[in-house]
């Protein structure tokens, strides 16, 4: 049973930092490249970041270049998204999605694999 659980979400003043994990079971974790998509109110969802399954490439969407990074740890079969110098229009419900292959995939319908989404507000 495939499973990709979310955590770190919550409130946070701008300016402000968080750390969502992403972590996962149920698939070979070091065969799928890992996404960040987010989904604000009203808005559809968009990629955020990207790594590859190894870990070599990441890409993100200018809106975070610079204060989000992205990575893997593969022994633990998680992903996590640091979060620096938070902006209100980062509020957003942050999914991670998961898609097996060796390069970086950057369309929504590439994901098969989909977490529940966690919370981030960002407000003073």
């Known amino acids: 049973q495939v499973q990709l659980v979310e955590s770190g979400g919550g409130l946070v003043q701008p300016g402000g930092s968080l750390r969502l994990s992403c972590t996962t079971s149920?698939?070979?974790?070091?065969?799928?490249?890992m996404s960040w998509y987010r989904q604000a109110a009203g808005k559809e969802r968009e990629l955020v970041a990207v790594?590859?399954?190894?870990?070599?490439?990441?890409n993100y969407v200018d809106s975070v270049k610079g204060r989000f990074t992205i990575s893997r740890d593969n022994a633990k079969n998680t992903v996590y998204l640091q979060m620096n110098s938070l902006k209100p229009e980062d509020t957003a419900v942050y999914y991670c999605a998961a898609r097996r292959g060796y390069a970086y995939y950057t369309k929504e319908y590439d994901y098969g694999y989909w977490g529940q989404g966690t919370q981030v507000t960002v407000s003073s």
């Open positions: 790594i590859t399954s190894g870990g070599e490439a990441i």
């Open positions: 149920g698939f070979t974790f070091n065969r799928y490249a």
